[in-house]
């Protein structure tokens, strides 16, 4: 479970996992536990080689996914970004292009 703050923390998280294979999924079981135990917290795995039968995203993070699986822009909403520099770059645009 992730920690709440005794409950005063509202914090929702809305997490894009984007990796190249399915074996390079850092920590998958505990995120997928975590997904699983807080109603607050959702994760969307993206890769580029998906095994048969995947149901996440294919290839590249794109503004339609960013659409898709995170909230609208707000005052209150944040946008982090992780990865290899072309990834950063090419988020960065994305995200800025959806306001």
Do not use: H
Not at 70 to 84: A, E, R
Not at 89 to 97: I, N, P, Q, V
Request: hydrophobic share 35%; aromatic share 6%.
């Amino acid at each position: 479970m992730r920690p709440t703050n005794g409950g005063i923390d509202t914090t929702k998280v809305d997490l894009i996992f984007a990796n190249v294979n399915p074996d390079d999924i850092l920590l998958k079981n505990e995120i997928d536990q975590v997904a699983r135990d807080d109603p607050d917290f959702s994760v969307y795995y993206v890769l580029n080689n998906p095994p048969e039968k995947w149901d996440g995203g294919v290839g590249f993070v794109t503004a339609d996914m960013i659409k898709e699986k995170l909230p609208p822009p707000g005052p209150d909403m944040k946008i982090l970004i992780c990865g290899p520099p072309p990834m950063v770059s090419a988020l960065k645009k994305a995200t800025e292009s959806l306001g």
